[in-house]
């Protein structure tokens, strides 16, 4: 029976090897504008000891995968990450632990795409933005990484601004010229958002506009899904299944929403949700690396310590993902065939009400990582010792 | 320039041929529902006069059309529309200047569909649920309909009451059984909806899955956009160019919401919505009967007048058609082209600002409709005479 | 340290007396109509053995308390539970060892109330709904129970349907003429809700609304929050806060929403927010009875076990309240004064990620209730014998 | 009848002599920062001629006026509008016609606001957000403005971050202590907003916190409605009469908003809202300035000419005012009292349809403003002087 007073299914000494194994394989991957200062149009704080190029941001990644030990590459975004030397930087990762992962375009942040990017009725900006696109192909080979992801804040804010169906043929001829530069290994991963940074009408503004791109693409284009980028009350999961019954689900942006993109810790505002999603990634066998999602953070830390928010999100996915492996997936499937309603509900529930801290924990010390991360970084002095070496320069933030 | 303070643009005088033309060509269905009592779960308020039969509704909106002109044509839904002789009911539309149109499903009041309809685990309602939807291609053929409507009310109340992706699977197939029984010339429209019946998940939620089914299904499957059946915050006209550019835009169910899925009288909650909707089927060419976009209102009138609530819906879509019509798209491209954001907005509104009240009653008019249906409707003693004559019997409902 | 590998501060061993004496001592209120059919506009389905009348729902409720330890009390609505002698009514609940707690009126199911009901432009609607909540009163003396509890459905459906600020007026001057029937220990509650069964404008759709009117009326008249009467997004537990501060939170109605007001079991759409609820609660020392809190379920069970859904719902609410017992206050506001925002998030969330259904089981069994009160329900046998005894007559649902 | 053809109430000539009064007399404040560069936390775009300081700002603002006839002051932010003399500021507006309006204060750009202001469990950090209120008294007595407006940024990220009740305590105090250095003669404004920058918990989300603040501080505190600051489906038109009927409106921030606090011109995303706030306003007849209610503009214009967008805002506030204006009340009430649902409804809408851009026109021209502000700002060549004059220093924007 499901809710029994026993301590449950999460005990570590009952928990199959197999669930084991798949938490201990798993891999989270950490932006690196997740370590640099962030914050909303009133205001961004700054910090002591933040980064103030790319390889102090791989710095601050690689501790988080040393602490979690899930944690194992890290996202650049173009052109916040730009060095001269893209193979220095991955050399550099590597000798600290990690690798270099995605590469993020941006097409938001000059003059130029006032009216948009890909779909801007100006020639010019659709040809920069094309061009910035294939420049981030060579940062890929550069740095070996083996996707570009492409997020267009391309929208309009007031109704009749710009033609809704010219824009998306413009987005369509861009993607597909991008989508040519390809090599057959890599991949293009295209990201959907409801609002912000345009308000009346984004121009790919869910899950079915993008997938419609992708479609049309082929086979290496794929859909991204930010957790923070649906209408409110959307069913995420739903869209999670949906873009793996579809095949394209290619990458997660994990963070949490109260009311918009607000980008807060994975987890934080909704943990059941979170384990909504991680169960539809496992009961669809989606979880290991090998079936092609990548489960990839993006989030702002505008307040708070922004490794240790960085570690507790990487722990908070992994609360999701034991939890959903918890599930009893025969008697759940049972209670569902038979209209159960409150049985296959109960079952469920008893995954996510069971405590996994305890198995995380150990899984993580025998993976040679620390049993209590957060506790592990706030004794290991790391943030008071950047915060006294990392003085004068500027520190890494959206604009640089 | 775009703001004088002219009567401007709508002058009936001022007023191309071709605007004239197009809105006297227009043709907006009638649901026989509508004419019916409906309410909410707190309660359903009846009315005098109010049909107790399908003979009734398909007279009520013949009269809608006589009023106004451009409704000639009712919507029937199975079993609520069930007769004996759907020939007979033909002809009794035909008799009253009218013809009967989409026919509608429904598979959400049999105790059997407790788990849904074609996404249910018990495959006796699934069977049960292709036979009803085999029966209304029947019905299609003996009223002389072209296409079945279809809306699933499937979905879930609760996280795991049933596994997601199989109820896709069990739709994919019951859909593909009614379709291979479609003729050459026949259409299956399929709607999809936020929320409600269902609480934590409806199987066909959004416009990406209806249209992914379509999709699979063939040509002859287009997609059913209901204003009232979306997220807070959607922007619907969006999805208008989306379907349009996709080739899958069937039909609309016109209706308005605040809140939910409100079914309020088309036009009543945002007119400006509206004429942004209207103003993507203008952009489009899809207005014309011959674009096979078929404009339709699905609306519940719960405490108001429901014949004059059909016919102030009529008029609120073509007052939107009219201002989107009176558009200077010549002068709107241009303006977007060269990014003039406020200009080319400007342009926008200066056609919405307009009032068209004077152009659509002299259209009327010319066609031998009423240049004020609402006042010939309230002169008419229509109602006062449906209410001594139709006692007795039951009023028509959605149990009816 | 707040996320040690240990099993942590849920441990029935671990938790100290205070917490225990706490959760025994918490009382959940049942609605008497959560055991009746009820569904949405589409469909109510009915189940084998729901009751047929009030004391057979008392009887059901009165399992629920027996099962759980918690539930001592069942709140009746009228005309819902009209009986012909409401201290023969009283006797039998007593009987099976519960109480009549608090009286719901109901104003929105006559034909009468069609333009609403205190707010009614119609002087008779509104002395018929004044007369109504004073028979309503004298149900509360038959019954021993000390509060009315009046949710007003009143509303509008259109813009300038009706004066929205001269039915502020006449809801005012209703509300007076029944708040001067109160005896000195008697209370009026004044629920609100954002939207439906009106779309436009609900007449009472905020808690600022209804304070307002409570604060007019006097020290009696008091605040109900329903958890599902917000617009999306809104921070309930804020409210809960304002509404203590300003020392008028009379109730809450427990039910979960994902969308509008779903009426869900309580803690199934969100358990995390029912949490941070209760944390409100139980940091502002309103959880045992004597601090004046009425902690009343309000859902429908549209498709899952009535019985089942009222005892996972007690349940749901017990587990919610216990972690908020076991939040380490002393350690959460250091964190709080001293700026540690994880640190003060990572307190909170080690309360909430903590299993207390062994606790439970304990402190449930002590009572002499059940350890898996789920469990025992189903082996009890008591559905299987309702449906076989209850036969013929008509099952209760709102409109009986 | 109310759908007559003719082109109905909205003629000039037809127009009754108290409607052109009324909106000859109409008042709009304009934002000092609506002339500055704006954006989001992706991108502040800039554009040639934007003002430099304070002096710029408000010469181009009393060119709105000067152009619309209907604006004649300027709100002041601090510090983003400090100047070392004040009083040569406000002579400077008086040269141009204007005059100086509210003072806003700004606690949110310090990183000592890194908690709150007000509400910071930070003494110092309270303290200075005390003071620096009070300075802005200052500012209100060297400049002449009347009134002192008050939005906290302050609230939570992270559930457990802060103690809700504990900050509405340091609020209260914090907000007594500024309420008793005001003169008689002085209005402290205090504004609500339902999310960002803070993305779980504001503390000032809703108008009934704001009222209940208010209230306790005394009768020279009021409401500030930013119609922007809402949950998604709020009505706002409902919270402008509760306010009215309080006595606690005391400003609007005009503009709109499609999904959150998008900033847009007022009247661009609901013209049908903006023409039901102004019903509001009028049914009250709280319109003419000596009523107290102050008509504020706050908008963010981050792609659209500033000066531009800022006409167009003025210019819908005016159209939804004489729309307003030409409801016939007297057919209203009947209606209403009568339960003529669609009647009355459509009384309000015949207002709404109606083409009140010649009255106005020809109301600006009585003034000595323009008939056409936009085409004539268009053509005064302001926008090509300032891009040329304009050169050099930086560009006045959020952050100086």
Same mark, same amino acid.
């Given at each position: 029976?499901?809710?029994? %007073?026993?301590?449950?299914?999460?005990?570590?000494?009952?928990?199959?090897?197999?669930?084991?194994?798949?938490? $201990?394989?798993?891999?989270?991957?950490?932006?690196?504008?997740?370590?640099?200062?962030?914050?909303?149009?009133?205001?961004?704080?700054?910090?002591?000891?933040?980064?103030?190029?790319?390889?102090?941001?791989? $710095?601050?990644?690689?501790?988080?995968?040393?602490?979690?030990?899930?944690?194992?590459?890290?996202?650049?975004?173009?052109?916040?990450?730009?060095?001269?030397?893209?193979?220095?930087?991955?050399?550099?990762?590597?000798?600290?632990? #990690?690798?270099?992962?995605?590469?993020?375009?941006?097409?938001?942040?000059?003059?130029?795409?006032?009216?948009?990017?890909?779909?801007?009725?100006?020639?010019?900006?659709?040809?920069?933005? #094309?061009?910035?696109?294939?420049?981030?192909?060579?940062?890929?080979?550069?740095?070996?990484?083996?996707?570009?992801?492409?997020?267009?804040?391309?929208?309009?804010?007031? %109704?009749?601004?710009?033609?809704?169906?010219?824009?998306?043929?413009?987005?369509?001829?861009?993607? $597909?010229?991008?989508?040519?530069?390809?090599? %057959?290994?890599?991949?293009?991963?295209?990201?959907?958002?409801?609002?912000?940074?345009?308000?009346?009408?984004?121009?790919?503004?869910?899950?079915?506009?993008?997938?419609?791109?992708?479609?049309?693409?082929?086979?290496?284009?794929?859909?991204?899904?930010?957790?923070?980028?649906?209408?409110?009350?959307?069913?995420?999961?739903?869209?999670?299944?949906?873009?793996?019954?579809?095949?394209?689900?290619?990458?997660?942006?994990?963070?949490?929403?109260?009311?918009?993109?607000?980008?807060?810790?994975?987890?934080?505002?909704?943990?059941?949700?979170?384990?909504?999603?991680?169960?539809?990634?496992?009961?669809?066998?989606?979880?290991?690396?090998?079936?092609?999602?990548?489960?990839?953070?993006?989030?702002?830390?505008?307040?708070?310590?922004?490794?240790?928010?960085?570690?507790?999100? #990487?722990?908070?996915?992994?609360?999701?993902?034991?939890?959903?492996?918890?599930?009893?997936?025969?008697?759940?499937?049972?209670?569902?065939?038979?209209?159960?309603?409150?049985?296959?509900?109960?079952?469920?529930?008893?995954?996510?009400?069971?405590?996994?801290?305890?198995?995380?924990?150990?899984?993580?010390?025998?993976?040679?990582?620390? $049993?209590? %991360?957060?506790?592990?970084?706030?004794?290991?002095?790391?943030?008071?010792?950047?915060?006294?070496?990392?003085?004068?320069? #500027?520190?890494?933030?959206?604009?640089?």
């Amino acid at each position: 029976m499901t809710n029994m %007073p026993s301590a449950g299914r999460g005990d570590p000494q009952d928990v199959p090897e197999s669930v084991r194994a798949a938490l $201990a394989a798993q891999e989270i991957e950490l932006p690196s504008w997740g370590f640099g200062n962030a914050g909303t149009r009133f205001k961004v704080f700054a910090t002591p000891g933040t980064p103030r190029d790319p390889f102090e941001k791989v $710095a601050d990644a690689a501790l988080v995968h040393q602490l979690t030990g899930s944690a194992p590459r890290v996202s650049l975004h173009i052109p916040w990450d730009q060095v001269p030397d893209f193979e220095e930087l991955a050399a550099h990762a590597t000798d600290h632990g #990690v690798t270099l992962g995605v590469i993020n375009s941006n097409v938001f942040q000059d003059d130029d795409y006032r009216l948009g990017s890909l779909a801007s009725p100006d020639a010019a900006a659709r040809a920069k933005a #094309v061009q910035h696109h294939l420049d981030c192909l060579q940062v890929c080979r550069a740095t070996g990484s083996k996707a570009l992801k492409i997020w267009l804040s391309d929208g309009l804010n007031y %109704p009749g601004q710009d033609n809704l169906w010219a824009r998306q043929e413009r987005i369509a001829d861009g993607l $597909a010229e991008i989508y040519a530069a390809l090599k %057959p290994d890599e991949q293009l991963l295209l990201e959907y958002k409801f609002f912000e940074p345009a308000f009346y009408a984004m121009d790919i503004p869910d899950w079915g506009t993008s997938l419609l791109h992708c479609l049309a693409l082929g086979e290496q284009a794929k859909v991204v899904l930010d957790t923070g980028h649906h209408a409110p009350g959307t069913n995420v999961e739903f869209i999670v299944m949906q873009l793996l019954r579809a095949g394209r689900l290619g990458a997660f942006d994990f963070n949490s929403r109260f009311y918009a993109d607000d980008d807060l810790m994975a987890g934080a505002a909704d943990p059941f949700q979170l384990f909504r999603i991680m169960d539809q990634i496992v009961a669809a066998n989606a979880l290991a690396p090998e079936a092609g999602v990548n489960f990839m953070l993006d989030e702002c830390h505008n307040i708070e310590s922004k490794i240790e928010g960085q570690i507790r999100s #990487v722990m908070n996915v992994q609360e999701a993902t034991a939890k959903a492996l918890l599930v009893d997936r025969a008697a759940l499937a049972e209670a569902q065939l038979t209209g159960d309603v409150l049985g296959a509900n109960g079952i469920l529930m008893d995954a996510f009400n069971t405590d996994v801290r305890p198995l995380l924990a150990e899984i993580r010390a025998a993976k040679g990582a620390c $049993a209590d %991360p957060v506790e592990a970084f706030r004794q290991s002095g790391y943030a008071e010792r950047m915060a006294s070496e990392r003085i004068g320069g #500027v520190q890494a933030s959206w604009g640089a």
